[in-house]
Every structure is written in C-alpha cells, then in structure tokens.
C-alpha cells in the first residue's frame, strides 16, 4: 500500500515536471573563430542539440554585428555601409531536423570561410524626405535610399564579426508562440592583400601607365605648322 | 627617366619580390604546435506556457482564458502570469531555463520583431497596430512591459521593465533579460500589455517574439526576424 504511494507521488511529480518543460534548443559550441588567407579555405562544424523532449526544426544562420558601418561626410551621416557577410562565409545547411534529447550528436552545421581579395558592399544613400515625395509620384514603393554597389578590396587583415545563431522554427510540440534561439559567438578573419604588396602593386601600374603614354606620345608626332611646311618647300 | 631605365626598374622590383620570397621561405622555422580541442554546449528550453505564447487578456483577470482585451488605457495581464491559479497570487508560468549542463554561465535576451500588427477582425489587416516598444526601460507605458526574476518569490506583481530593443542606428536589437544564468537556473517572467493607439480598432493582433541565449560576455545580436 505504502509503495503504491510513493510510486503514485513519483509518477505525479515525473509528469508534472514533464508537462512543464516546453520546447529549447542547444549549440555545442560558444565560440566559432575562422582565420585564413587568400587561396586556402577553412571550416568548422557546430552541432545543433536538442535538451527538450520534443522534435525541432531548426533554421541556422550568421547574424553579423559589424556588417553595417556609417559612412559620415564631414562629420554629417551620408549614408551606410552595408557589407553581405555570405560573400566569404558559407553554411552547409540552413534548416536542421533534430530529434529529441539530442544533447551529446546532434545535427552538425559546417560553416566555411573562402576568402576573396575583391567583395562588393553596397553604399546605401537615404534622401531627403523632401526628394521622396517626387521619388514617390513616380515609384510607390520607393523605400526613401537607394544602393550603390562598389567593389572593395581587401587589404590587410579584415575582420567580421558575428553571431552564429540556430532558431526553432516548428516542432513536434505544436504552434510554437515564442522562439527560442541560442547562438554562438562568431570572430572571421580574412588575410588579404599586404599593404606592401598594395604599394608595389599601385607603383607597378604607375610605372606601366608612365611607359605607355610616352610610346604613345612618340607614336603621335605633331605636324610641322603651315609656315614650317613652306620653309621646306622652298629650301627643296 | 629613359624607357629601358623604367623597365629595368620593374624587372628589378619583381627579381626582389622573387628573390626575398625564395631566400625567406628557406630559413622559416616550421612550428611546432600545442594544441587541443575544445567543446562547450550550452541550452536552453522555454516552460510549457512560454513555447505556446503570450496571449493577453482582459485587465488583471487570472484565470487562464484569453478575453478580449476592453481596457485601452492601463496595463492587461498575459493569460499564464499566474500559472495553475485563479486567484493572482500563484506562480509565473513563463520562464526559461539554462540547461544544467551548460558548462558556463549564459546571457538570455529577448526581443519582438515587430508591433503587434492585425491580422483578422475589423482592423486593416498589416496595417493597423498595437505599439509592443515603450519609449524606455523605465516606467513603462503605452507598450509591452514586463517583470523578470531568477526566482518566482522576487518576481514583480507590476510591468517594472518596458520592452525596448533599438540602438542608435534604429536597427532593431536584442534586450537582455537574464545577464548571468547559471547552469540548471530559470528567468521567470511577467508580461502586460497597456494597448496604444487607444482608439485601435477591434481585432486579433499579432507579432513574432523570440528569446535567445548566448554564452555570457557574447552579444545577443540583431533581432533578425
């Protein structure tokens, strides 16, 4: 009798704590750091775990911190900087299934630095409210900036930083109102071009640029003037 | 300067590029490396209530249902502030909870993607609004305030915090709720809603909200949504 007591309250006390626990999610690393030059690509995998009793979808992503810069012209905001961080950096995987009490495997992300010596950000320009209201006339939807794209070569050491973030998006559990997300800290480091090297590079071009237009400017001589031409002509 | 001067010149600049590359890379000391591998997990589960949403109801009633919300000019509780009760004297039903077998402490934020923004009723739908953001931390009004607590005793009756989350670049950014968790402890939560406009017409109004946890001197983030 006692013992189908205690086992009654054990039972009680094992559901409710059950029924307490909603949906969550885990990564297995807090720390991912990527660093590497031109020509040679590098990669790291985090694994997604699951502490909950029910199944997760989950979407993973890079959410950069320093991919928008504000570009000031005399101390005034012009507009932004804004860099894509998916130009260097890839993911294996953009959604994972994972099952539950998936602490120790669980679905593994690989996420690859490529560097690249020229990448391209966006000049993003907002114009003035009063320029937006013609803007408008023509197109509705005009947002009030526009981008200009630009190449951008990287010289030195350029650094993104970020977090790497996975989000249960469905679950097993149901409809899911609130989100749970966790995310690791992300450092990227991409060796460019060596200042040296750049230096070199740009007196290489000045130099050719020199040799060229002096073949040129020899090529092109100027015609002797008509008072020149009739000196000829008579002394012949 | 002659031509041949110049291309002597760049001959010369690529030999000792060449060359010093060549000569370097001879008396390079290869290293030898000490090296080991970390891993650390860390994660979190939200409770029952919280995984399912926040739903608020009408004025300060405890009894679980979601009622339509009558009172535009004062705080609305969320149905699970008083979890198992109906009496407003129980336990908060939202929290979250750091795994306990988080190797280190963490940082849990929140944020919400976006007004509370109509989706049926006789509200325009995507256009008309409730505002979620309060204007700052303190002495929240017209928004989503809340309470938060790493125990249920210490947690408030009464919306303390406001539900705020943009910098000074406008772009939207994670509040933080919990600074240091520990390992197998929970942030309990409150929520209350004071609707603003008053005058917002009658309907179901919603938002995506989203908690994320990252280890304790890590950034939240953006709230990418």
């Keep these: 009798m006692i013992k189908c007591f205690f086992a009654i309250i054990f039972f009680l006390l094992f559901t409710s704590s059950c029924l307490s626990q909603g949906v969550g999610i885990g990564l297995s690393s807090l720390y991912v750091r990527l660093r590497s030059g031109i020509g040679s690509t590098v990669s790291s995998t985090v694994d997604v775990i699951n502490p909950s009793p029910y199944s997760i979808k989950a979407r993973v992503y890079f959410d950069c911190t320093s991919c928008v810069k504000d570009v000031k012209l005399f101390g005034i905001k012009i507009g932004e900087s804004i860099e894509d961080p998916y130009q260097l950096i890839s993911l294996d995987k953009k959604e994972v299934d994972i099952p539950p009490f998936s602490m120790k495997k669980g679905a593994p992300i690989t996420i690859t630095l490529t560097p690249k010596l020229i990448i391209f950000k966006n000049l993003k320009i907002y114009t003035p409210e009063g320029v937006n209201f013609y803007v408008k006339l023509l197109n509705r939807n005009y947002p009030g900036y526009f981008l200009i794209p630009y190449p951008y070569l990287i010289i030195g050491t350029h650094n993104i930083n970020g977090t790497l973030t996975a989000e249960v998006i469905s679950s097993s559990f149901g409809y899911i109102g609130v989100r749970p997300a966790v995310g690791s800290t992300t450092e990227i480091y991409v060796e460019g071009m060596p200042l040296s090297s750049f230096i070199l590079l740009v007196v290489a071009i000045l130099l050719v640029l020199f040799v060229c237009i002096r073949r040129v400017k020899k090529k092109i001589k100027p015609k002797p003037s008509l008072k020149k031409r009739k000196l000829i002509r008579k002394k012949k | ?225």
């Design chain 2, 1 to 225: 300067m002659e031509e041949s001067h110049i291309t002597i010149l760049i001959g010369f600049l690529i030999l000792s590029a060449g060359l010093s590359r060549a000569v370097f890379s001879a008396y390079e000391v290869s290293p030898k490396p000490m090296n080991a591998s970390v891993q650390q997990t860390i994660s979190i589960s939200l409770s029952t209530p919280l995984s399912e949403g926040i739903f608020f109801t009408n004025t300060t009633t405890c009894d679980g249902t979601q009622n339509p919300i009558t009172k535009m000019d004062g705080w609305n509780n969320a149905t699970r502030n008083y979890y198992e009760t109906t009496a407003c004297d129980g336990n908060s039903g939202y929290y979250v909870e750091a795994a306990s077998t988080n190797q280190v402490n963490v940082k849990i934020c929140h944020c919400a993607c976006a007004n509370l923004t109509c989706s049926e009723g006789l509200c325009v739908s995507g256009t008309d609004y409730l505002k979620t953001m309060c204007d700052s931390e303190g002495s929240p009004s017209d928004c989503v305030g809340f309470s938060n607590a790493t125990t249920q005793g210490e947690l408030s009756d009464t919306p303390d915090i406001g539900l705020t989350a943009v910098d000074d670049l406008g772009s939207d950014l994670y509040q933080v709720i919990g600074a240091n968790v520990s390992a197998g402890s929970r942030v309990y939560l409150r929520y209350w809603l004071d609707p603003f406009p008053d005058s917002a017409p009658s309907g179901v109004y919603n938002t995506t909200y989203k908690i994320i946890a990252v280890e304790v001197s890590g950034d939240c983030g953006n709230c990418a949504c």
